[in-house]
């Protein structure tokens, strides 16, 4: 169980998805060295996106981690989209004169 207030805060740029990732997303300075994990596992959300980008489907995470359903894998990268978005500058196009 994490400690009290260890449960991940959504930022306010977080955009709402149809699913409340912050009840699927845990950061606990006492799992995984306090990297974001699946809530109730040991599951890095880097673990499975390392699984995504290396080709794995949903289906192949979900046998390699058990403990895992789709929900989480699409939690995974919702999360990863939000944080994209704020992290990785967009550069804008340009516009006419």
């Known amino acids: 169980m994490p400690l009290p207030g260890a449960r991940w805060s959504p930022p306010r740029w977080l955009p709402l998805f149809p699913m409340d990732i912050t009840q699927l997303i845990t950061r606990d300075p006492r799992v995984a060295g306090g990297e974001p994990v699946i809530t ?44 994209a978005e704020e992290d990785l500058p967009v550069p804008q196009a340009p516009t006419a004169a």
Not at 43 to 67: H, K, N, Y
């Open 40 to 83: 109730g596992t040991r599951v890095t959300l880097r673990t499975v996106l390392a699984s995504l980008a290396d080709g794995d489907s949903v289906e192949d995470i979900l046998r390699d981690f058990p403990t895992l359903k789709p929900e989480h894998v699409r939690a995974v990268v919702a999360f990863a989209a939000a944080s």
